[in-house]
């Protein structure tokens, strides 16, 4: 039992950290990524804390906190690099060119 | 045979909360976007493999915790470098450079810079700090 205590303590004090650059983060993309991992240890400490308190159900919320994990990063990063929900899909970046911008064949 | 089991796991677990800590530790202090997500992924595979895999041990031999369990492994190991690789190009496309070079060196001294703009290529290296404005 004392090994499902170390780890608890462990993924929560990585979570803490994450936080710290989740707040911190300089840009957008630093934020995302804390989140992100933010969620990994989550699904770990659920895990942990279903095993802890002697109740292993808590894998389905695990689970299912995977599955939400990865469509909120998808989701938040759809909504940054378009800033709308429902994006018409223009080429919004130069670095994506394959544009009239970029060839220069035609001066 | 339970010993065995017991110690594996024991290991198991001191081994993922050691690489859930050093991914935490890196995405807090590496100087980079680029570096800081090289950190993540640490915690991201072998922690929370690591962690997993003490879990399996610890099940008792529950088929359907282990299938669980299996199940959560799986989809981590699909879905994260999927979003790693997004976060990555929406970075990327957005403008985000990474530090290069003599950037890296200078991170300590101006620590506070807009990591959001291009990299302003210095010249005169190293004196550019004590030369002054001539």
Same mark, same amino acid.
């Given at each position: ?15 803490? +950290? $994450? !936080?710290?650059? @989740? ?9 995302? =990524?804390?989140?992100? &991992?933010?969620? #990994? ?19 389905? +919320? $695990? !689970?299912?906190? @995977? ?9 938040? =990063?759809?909504?940054? &690099?378009?800033? #709308? ?23 | ?134």
């Amino acid at each position: 039992m004392i090994m499902f205590v170390v780890a608890t303590i462990a993924v929560i004090v990585a979570i803490v +950290i $994450a !936080l710290a650059r @989740a707040i911190l983060g300089p840009s957008l993309y630093d934020r995302v =990524l804390a989140g992100n &991992a933010v969620g #990994t240890k989550t699904i770990l400490l659920l895990g942990l804390m279903g095993f802890l308190t002697g109740r292993p159900e808590f894998l389905d +919320i $695990a !689970l299912l906190y @995977a599955l939400m994990n990865f469509i909120a990063t998808i989701a938040i =990063l759809k909504f940054f &690099a378009y800033r #709308t929900m429902s994006p018409q899909m223009r080429d919004m970046s130069p670095r994506l060119g394959n544009g009239n911008h970029d060839g220069g064949a035609d001066g | 045979m339970d010993n065995v089991i017991h110690y594996a796991s024991l290991f198991l677990f001191a081994a993922g909360s050691f690489f859930v800590i050093t991914g935490a530790l890196g995405l807090l202090r590496f100087p980079d976007f680029y570096t800081r997500m090289h950190a993540s992924g640490v915690t991201d595979t072998l922690g929370a493999d690591l962690i997993l895999w003490g879990m399996i041990l610890q099940a008792d031999g529950d088929w359907l915790l282990i299938a669980k369990l299996l199940i959560i492994m799986l989809f981590l190991m699909f879905t994260s470098p999927v979003s790693t690789h997004s976060i990555a190009h929406a970075a990327w496309v957005g403008g985000l450079n990474p530090l290069l070079g003599k950037e890296l060196k200078h991170h300590d001294i101006a620590p506070d810079r807009d990591e959001t703009k291009a990299p302003v290529e210095m010249p005169g290296g190293e004196e550019q700090n004590k030369g002054g404005a001539a």
